[in-house]
């Protein structure tokens, strides 16, 4: 499932389809911003989530807006999907790490080899997914010390790509992040 991107010109992401997963507390700007860089490429993006409605972002310390859920964890089928974004915040990621369904969703990328993009307090997820080990990451700085005990190896950089795995650490540091990201799920399947 090889997209390269035409000379020039962003990769397309036509015909592919996306998860977000995410419940509440999530970074407000971390989920909108992937969201609309994904649909921009033409990209089919559901938000997925253990909770039915809606969910509820924040902006730091401030509530933000409401997202729909496009679809239930329970009913989401991992192998539908071609990629993964996990956004940060600090509930969100901190909730969804002590959910069976949700950790199972996540290993099912890990696994498979298929892209996920993760910023922020995202990558907590990934550690109880199995994915960081011998990883090149980068996240928010208080999960330095999770990652490398988790056997990642932890760099403090704006973007950083380690087979088809894309980390970033901050909402500043969503152009570059959205960039690479599309990039990658426009790669499909890494080994």
């Known amino acids: 499932m090889s997209n390269p991107p035409l000379t020039g010109r962003p990769p397309s992401l036509i015909g592919r389809k996306v998860a977000v997963l995410a419940t509440d507390g999530f970074e407000q700007s971390e989920l909108d911003t992937p969201v609309e860089a994904l649909k921009a490429a033409g990209a089919t993006v559901e938000i997925v989530s253990p909770k039915a409605g809606e969910i509820q972002g924040w902006e730091h310390h401030d509530k933000g807006h409401v997202v729909p859920v496009d679809r239930g964890l329970a009913s989401a089928d991992p192998a539908g999907y071609d990629a993964l974004v996990l956004p940060g915040g600090v509930i969100n990621p901190d909730a969804l790490r002590i959910e069976p369904e949700a950790i199972a969703f996540i290993k099912h990328f890990v696994t498979s080899g298929k892209p ?70 426009a790669k499909g399947l890494h080994s």
């Open 116 to 185: 996920i993009a993760a910023i922020c307090h995202g990558p907590w997820t990934l550690i109880n997914a199995g994915g960081v080990e011998g990883k090149q990451m980068t996240s928010w700085p208080s999960l330095e010390m999770d990652l490398r005990n988790a056997g990642a190896f932890w760099v403090d950089r704006d973007v950083v790509v380690d087979q088809g795995l894309v980390t970033s650490r901050k909402p500043a540091d969503l152009p570059a992040f959205c960039a690479k990201m599309i990039e990658e799920f």
